[in-house]
């Protein structure tokens, strides 16, 4: 069975840090970009970061720049999000995904496979 499960999502005080992490079964993430998305409440969903197979990362949201960062463990078969300084506003859905090529794209398009998606909920 091909999934992505993503987990160490919670509850986090404004200010903490979490580490998101994503990983796959069924197939290796070697060969694909991998993307995070997140989805707010009464919000459409975002692309925010991705890695390309060999490690290069794009930005696509202005609003975590300098505070989080990809990171991706082939041989774990494992991408994990570093978020820092998380505010209320980072509370969403982040779901993990994976695209169909090794690059990252200027213009997210579609995704090959989905997460199911983890709850961040940022709030004292």
């Known amino acids: 069975q091909l999934q992505l499960v993503e987990s160490g999502g919670g509850l986090v005080q404004p200010g903490g840090s979490l580490r998101l992490s994503c990983t796959a079964s069924?197939?290796?993430?070697?060969?694909?970009?991998m993307y995070w998305f997140r989805q707010a409440p009464g919000k459409e969903r975002e692309g925010i970061l991705c890695i390309s197979s060999g490690g290069i990362s794009t930005n696509y949201a202005d609003s975590v720049k300098g505070r989080f960062t990809i990171s991706r463990d082939n041989a774990k078969n494992t991408v994990y999000l570093q978020m820092n300084s998380l505010k209320p506003e980072d509370t969403a859905i982040y779901y993990c995904?994976?695209?169909?090529?090794?690059?990252?794209?200027?213009?997210?398009?579609?995704?090959?496979?989905w997460g199911k998606g983890i709850l961040v909920t940022v709030s004292s």
């Open positions: 069924g197939f290796t993430l070697d060969y694909y970009g």
């Open positions: 995904a994976a695209g169909f090529y090794r690059y990252c794209s200027d213009v997210i398009r579609g995704m090959n496979y």
